[in-house]
C-alpha cells in the first residue's frame, strides 16, 4: 500500500505499535482476523462471511446510532465490508485491531454521509493501536460493558459533549454553539471526559 | 491552538475524528509532522474514541442483509471461463461423444447448484444459531433476576446511614446460593470526580468484605446494582456502601456511607 501523505501516523510508528502489540497477550486472538483476513486476500467467500459474521452487527449499530436509519445504515455496512472484500489489504495486521478499525470506518462514512459530505478518508488513512482485541467475544463484551460504565458514569454535560463529537462529527465551535456553553468549557469536558475513557479502559 | 507546545488532546482527538476545519486541522498537522509524541498520543487516543463506536448501543440489523452481502461477493467473483477442449473433427463418429459431453456437463452445473445451496442453507443456520444463542443468554439473564428477587430464602436487608438523618437508602436483595444480589439506592450524594460509590457484601465467615460493583447515582440520587460478579455460598452477615476510586477498590474505604446487617 502506498504512504498516504495525510495521515498523520508516519509508517514507522505504525509498524513498530503493530510488532510489539500483536506479540502481546492479545495476539493469539488477532492471528484469527489475520488468517481470516489472508484468506479474503485470495477470494475465500468462507473466511469474508467469518468477518462478517463477527462484525456486523457493531458496523451496523454504529452507522445507525449516527444515521437513524435501517437502509442508509445498512448501506454503510455493506459498503464498508465490501470495501474490505475488495481491498482487504488495506487494513494490515499490526496496525491495530480490526473490529476498532471497522466501527471508525464505519463512524466516519456515516459522518459523511450525514453531513453530506464527499467520502472524506481512504479507508487505509484510519490507523489505531492495538490496544484492545475485538475479536475475541468475551474480550470484547469486557471492554463494550467498560465503555458503556463509563458512559453511563459521565457527568451529562461531559457525555453530551463526547458524543457530540464522535457521533455527530461536531468540532468544539459547533458543539459551543449547539449546547450554548462556553468553547472552553466545551475543550474542559471533552478532555475531561477523555482522560475519564483512558482510565475506564485501562486493564 | 499551540503556541511551541504539544497539541492538547482533546483538538488532538477532534483531529482524528475528522471534525476539524480545514485551517486548524492543517496547523495541527504541520505540527504533528514534526512531533512523535503527538503522533502516539493521537495514535492511543484514535483506539480509545473507537471503542466509543465498538460500544454503541447494538440495533437489529435487517435480516436479509447478511444475504444480501454474500450475494454481493458471489456475484463479485468473476466466473473462471472453461476452455473448450479441443476434438479432433471426425464428424460421422462423433455423436455419441457430444451426447456423453452433455450429459457430464449437465451433471457438473447441478452438483455446482446443490453445491451453492447447502453453502447458503449452512450459513443461514449458523446465523440462526447464533441468535438463538443470544436470545438464550438474554432469556436466561431475565430468568436469573426473576429467581433472585422472587425466591422465598432471598435475603431483603435495608441499608441506612447510621445515625445521621435518614435521606439516603440501599436495600440489597441477597442470593447465597447462587451468588445472586440486586441492590437499590436512592437519595444518595453525587461522588466527587473521579470518585464512585462501591457496594461491599461482608461474610458471615469473618473473611473480607466482597467487592460487590461500583456504582454511580443518577440526578434524582437513584442507582442500583444488579447482579454483580459474586462467588456462590458465600452466607453474608452485612452489606456497605462506601466511597472509592471510579475504578473500584479491593477493600473497603471509611467512612462507611450505607450499612446494613442480615
Known amino acids: 500500500m502506498h504512504e498516504n501523505p495525510s495521515n498523520p501516523i508516519a509508517a514507522g510508528l505504525r509498524s513498530n505499535q503493530g510488532a510489539s502489540e500483536t506479540s502481546g497477550a492479545a495476539g493469539g486472538t488477532l492471528v484469527a482476523d489475520e488468517s481470516l483476513l489472508n484468506r479474503v486476500c485470495a477470494k475465500d467467500r468462507g473466511a469474508m462471511a467469518e468477518l462478517f459474521e463477527r462484525y456486523s452487527g457493531m458496523v451496523y449499530s454504529v452507522a445507525f446510532r449516527i444515521l437513524r436509519d435501517p437502509g442508509n445504515a445498512e448501506d454503510v455496512m455493506q459498503d464498508v465490508f465490501f470495501k474490505v472484500w475488495r481491498q482487504p489489504g488495506s487494513f494490515l495486521i499490526g496496525r491495530g485491531s480490526l ?40 474480550e470484547r463484551n469486557a471492554i463494550i460493558e467498560k465503555v458503556r460504565g463509563f458512559l453511563a458514569g459521565l457527568p451529562p454535560e461531559q457525555r453530551i459533549s463526547l458524543e457530540m463529537a464522535f457521533f455527530e462529527g461536531l468540532s468544539h465551535a459547533e458543539i459551543s ?25 485501562q486493564p | 491552538m499551540m503556541r511551541g507546545e504539544h497539541i492538547p488532546i482533546e483538538d488532538l482527538a477532534l483531529f482524528s475524528l475528522g471534525n476539524l476545519a480545514s485551517g486548524e486541522a492543517g496547523e495541527i498537522r504541520l505540527h504533528l509532522d514534526e512531533c512523535s509524541q503527538c503522533r502516539s498520543e493521537m495514535a492511543a487516543l484514535s483506539g480509545d474514541l473507537a471503542l466509543l463506536g465498538a460500544a454503541v448501543e447494538s440495533a437489529p440489523m435487517p435480516a436479509d442483509a ?6 454481493r461477493i458471489q456475484a463479485e467473483v468473476p466466473t473462471k471461463a472453461v476452455h473448450p477442449v479441443s476434438i479432433a473433427r471426425e464428424p460421422s463418429s462423433k455423436p455419441l461423444l457430444w451426447a456423453l459431453c452433455g450429459a457430464i456437463a449437465a451433471l457438473i452445473v447441478l452438483v455446482v447448484i446443490l ?53 439516603p437508602t440501599g436495600r440489597a436483595i441477597y442470593l447465597p446460593s447462587r451468588g445472586g444480589l440486586v441492590f437499590e439506592a436512592a437519595n444518595l450524594a453525587p461522588v466527587p470526580e473521579g470518585k464512585a460509590y462501591e457496594l461491599w457484601v461482608i461474610p458471615a465467615s469473618g473473611a473480607a468484605p466482597i467487592p460487590a460493583g461500583v456504582f454511580w447515582p443518577d440526578a434524582r440520587g437513584s442507582a442500583s446494582v444488579v447482579l454483580p460478579p459474586l462467588p456462590k455460598d458465600v452466607p453474608a452477615k452485612a452489606f456497605g456502601v462506601t466511597i472509592e476510586r471510579a475504578e473500584g477498590s479491593s477493600t473497603p474505604t471509611a467512612p462507611i456511607i450505607l450499612a446494613g446487617a442480615v
Open chain 1, 99 to 138: 473490529g476498532a478499525w471497522l466501527a471508525v470506518v464505519a463512524r466516519n462514512r456515516a459522518i459523511d454521509l450525514v453531513r453530506n459530505r464527499k467520502p472524506s478518508d481512504a479507508i487505509d488513512e484510519v490507523v489505531l493501536p492495538a490496544k484492545t482485541d475485538l475479536s475475541a467475544e468475551i
Open chain 1, 177 to 201: 454553539a449547539r449546547t450554548g456553553d462556553p468553547l472552553g468549557t466545551v475543550k474542559s469536558r471533552i478532555r475531561s471526559a477523555l482522560i475519564l475513557l483512558r482510565k475506564a479502559i
Open chain 2, 66 to 71: 447478511r444475504d444480501r452481502f454474500l450475494a
Open chain 2, 115 to 167: 453445491l451453492v445451496r447447502v453453502n447458503t442453507l449452512n450459513q443461514q443456520l449458523s446465523q440462526q444459531s447464533s441468535t438463538i444463542n443470544r436470545l438464550t443468554v438474554s432469556a436466561s439473564r431475565a430468568q436469573e433476576t426473576f429467581d433472585v428477587i422472587t425466591a422465598a430464602g432471598a435475603q431483603r436487608v435495608l441499608l441506612t446511614p447510621g445515625k445521621s438523618a435518614p435521606s
